[in-house]
């Protein structure tokens, strides 16, 4: 490769640090729908982590418990060991000294957790956070448009269709609840495209 395509090719991530030659935290988020690979793509990152044998932290709600207590679980049953927590405030308390900070589902989380995310990676710390970006109204999921606004990198993971096996972008609540908030899988939900996405009566 020439030094005129080195410079034009797109830097990733390990690059721009390599590079800039000091010390300097980001935040990564993935967002997308349900069944999308968000946790997958969290998980894949986190390992990569562990191999270049950087300390990791991993955090998750304490609320989510649908396949474990102590590690985030991917729907295709992927895991790591991860911490639940009840509040943002525990993240800070136990984030320690730990190079890379993992935190899924964090939707489940209040708005403190953009200012959480702001002091780690101010402090140094690489931030990868995983998340629904719309509820299955298809409204924006809170915090995750401010995260999205704080991020270094956005990676927008789409699911495929559950009717049409089209890319799918929005989560279709297959029950009957008002409930914002309602753990489950696919008893409870299913991936759309915008075109077979009905959006609730409420």
């Excluded at 999308?36 to 709600?61: H, N, W, Y």
Aim: hydrophobic share 35%; proline share 3%.
């Amino acid at each position: 490769m020439t030094k005129k395509s080195m410079r034009s090719a797109p830097m990733g991530i390990e690059e721009v640090v390599v590079m800039s030659g000091k010390v300097c935290g980001w935040i990564e988020v993935i967002c997308g729908s349900m069944f999308s690979g968000k946790t997958e793509e969290l998980i894949r990152r986190l390992r990569r982590a562990v191999i270049a044998k950087q300390k990791v932290a991993i955090f998750k709600p304490m609320i989510d418990v649908r396949y474990s207590e102590d590690h985030i679980v991917s729907h295709n049953q992927q895991k790591i060991s991860s911490r639940a927590v009840r509040n943002t405030k525990d993240i800070l308390k136990l984030a320690g000294d730990a190079h890379v900070l993992g935190i899924d589902e964090a939707q489940f989380f209040d708005n403190t957790l953009v200012e959480v995310c702001k002091k780690l990676a101010d402090s140094g710390k690489r931030v990868i956070v995983a998340g629904l970006d719309k509820d299955y109204r298809g409204v924006s999921f809170e915090p995750m448009p401010q995260l999205l606004c704080e991020a270094e990198y956005i990676t927008k993971t789409l699911a495929i269709c559950m009717k049409c096996g089209n890319p799918a972008n929005y989560t279709q609540r297959i029950t009957k609840s008002s409930e914002r908030v309602l753990l489950g899988a696919t008893d409870i939900y299913e991936a759309r495209c915008r075109s077979c996405y009905e959006p609730p009566n409420e």
